[in-house]
């Protein structure tokens, strides 16, 4: 039998209702950013530090490897470093995100309580298998990426053809220590295996979570939505999480494209393109149900008052063809009125988001392209 548990902080149950029984165990994940929020300061801190533990182990160990010399520090070190701990905070501040949506979403949710209860356990709570055994499959899938980076990178072919090294696994030794920066020692190859395959797992994790929840935000809104064109503002909550769960795919982007020896590669430029359209994706395809949804509404509500204005209209046409003009300005009245909810239903958006959401959105999924171009303007600016 479930033990009945309280739901997470965020979702607090009103006085005198049931405890909830939860449909499933909570995740690793969810279970370490509970830990780190039972913890003093603010969670940020926590996974920064993670971060920088990380970093300076890694760098301690290829320093001692003669990876590089001993106070160099590695941007791609530093971006393998901070992966594992940005996803988990990544996820972390979703997972809140995600409860205050679902809290504002409220007023357009069908159901009771504890159907709420239960929509909003599930909307915030990674299933515990879930997260592990499908974290490893994406994150296996990940490292493959990176042997094929590491097998494509043009340095080490060149290498492996002068050196007459052309076995696939020469080939792919020599791009692993050239594209990860590994030092000629057992340790360095350890601690630059066990980074990534954290990496990769936790990344693997964080990519299964934002799947998750974007197709959840297209049930909801298919499945659980009361819609009512003249309160949008329950629909705006879902995407205001949608896009922030876009914005901080553009930073893993950021990220990625910063590793000069990763971008010399075709994979490095398939993977920032890949990221930045599924980021795109992220955020609109979950709307698109709602959005067809609030069309049929527009479209019923607009089809009512055509009736109305068409009937309105025989009424006047037939005063007038009998001299009948007692009455006409309360006629013009209401086809006045009528005109004025024609014109205001018809521009009432059918996206459910703010003008201001889709500005930062477009700002920050633009702005790397932008910032790419002008290096490569000024390049060649330079270079001739």
Do not use: C
């Not at 949710?109 to 490893?136: C, D, K, M, Q």
């Not at 030092?183 to 964080?206: E, H, Q």
């Not at 069309?295 to 025989?314: H, M, Q």
């Amino acid at each position: 039998m479930k033990k009945p548990v309280k739901p997470r902080r965020s979702l607090p149950v009103p006085k005198g209702a049931p405890l909830f029984v939860p449909p499933y165990f909570p995740s690793w994940v969810d279970r370490f950013t509970a830990f780190v929020d039972r913890l003093p300061g603010p969670p940020w801190a926590y996974y920064a530090a993670m971060g920088v533990t990380l970093y300076l182990g890694t760098a301690a160990v290829q320093w001692g490897s003669g990876a590089y010399p001993v106070g160099v520090l590695s941007r791609g070190h530093a971006v393998g470093a901070f992966l594992t701990p940005f996803a988990l905070g990544l996820m972390h501040y979703l997972d809140g995100v995600a409860a205050s949506a679902i809290k504002s979403f409220r007023p357009a949710l069908r159901g009771g309580e504890n159907s709420y209860h239960r929509l909003a356990y599930i909307f915030t709570t990674l299933p515990s298998r879930l997260a592990v055994v499908g974290g490893l499959l994406v994150g296996l899938a990940g490292l493959m990426l990176a042997g094929g980076a590491a097998y494509l990178l043009p340095t080490t072919a060149s290498l492996g053809a002068a050196e007459g090294g052309r076995d696939v696994l020469s080939v792919l030794n020599r791009g692993f220590v050239a594209l990860f920066e590994v030092g000629p020692t057992p340790a360095s190859y350890a601690v630059t295996l066990a980074v990534l395959v954290l990496n990769w797992w936790t990344g693997g994790t964080l990519v299964l979570h934002t799947i998750r929840r974007l197709i959840l935000v297209a049930r909801i809104y298919k499945r659980h939505t009361n819609v009512d064109l003249f309160r949008q503002g329950p629909l705006y909550a879902l995407s205001r999480l949608t896009a922030q769960t876009t914005i901080g795919a553009v930073f893993v982007v950021y990220g990625i494209a910063t590793v000069p020896t990763y971008m010399a590669t075709r994979v490095g430029y398939v993977t920032v393109a890949m990221i930045v359209v599924l980021a795109f994706a992220s955020f609109a395809l979950p709307l698109v149900g709602i959005h067809r949804v609030l069309v049929g509404e527009k479209d019923r509500l607009l089809e009512g008052i055509a009736d109305r204005l068409r009937s309105t209209g025989a009424e006047l046409h037939r005063r007038i063809d009998q001299n009948l003009y007692r009455g006409m300005d309360e006629l013009n009245k209401a086809m006045a009125g009528l005109e004025i909810e024609r014109n205001m239903i018809a521009a009432m958006p059918t996206w459910p988001w703010q003008p201001d959401t889709l500005r930062t959105l477009l700002i920050a999924l633009l702005l790397p392209v932008a910032v790419w171009v002008t290096q490569v303007l000024l390049q060649r600016v330079l270079l001739t």
